[in-house]
Nanobody, 120 residues
């Protein structure tokens, strides 16, 4: 059974930092591309950042570039999102996503989400 468990969310003041973690189990972690998405109240879920299975290719949504860093530790089956210079508009539920395509099939899993609130 595939499980993605996010942690590290919470309440932080504007300008502060948080590091989110997503621990994966039940899958061969090193074969999956990993992504972070977020969903703010009343808005659609949006991609934040993604990292290839080897860590060699990383992509960020433009508004997060320079503030957020995605990285992974395949030995620990964990992907991280370091968030700096947080703004109130970063308030959202942050979700971890695992995806791969093999033999013509797509495999995908989602975590349950972790709440990030940026407020003074």
């Amino acid at each position: 059974q595939v499980q993605l468990v996010e942690s590290g969310g919470g309440l932080v003041q504007p300008g502060g930092s948080l590091r989110l973690s997503c621990a994966a189990s039940g899958l061969i972690f090193s074969t999956y591309a990993m992504s972070w998405y977020r969903q703010a109240p009343g808005k659609e879920r949006e991609l934040v950042a993604s990292i290839a299975n080897s860590g060699g290719s990383i992509n960020y949504v433009d508004s997060m570039k320079g503030r957020f860093t995605i990285y992974r530790d395949n030995a620990k089956n964990t992907v991280y999102l370091q968030m700096n210079s947080l703004k109130p508009e970063d308030t959202a539920v942050y979700y971890c996503n695992a995806k791969k395509r093999a033999f013509g099939k797509e495999y995908e899993a989602w975590g349950q989400g972790t709440q990030v609130t940026v407020s003074s």
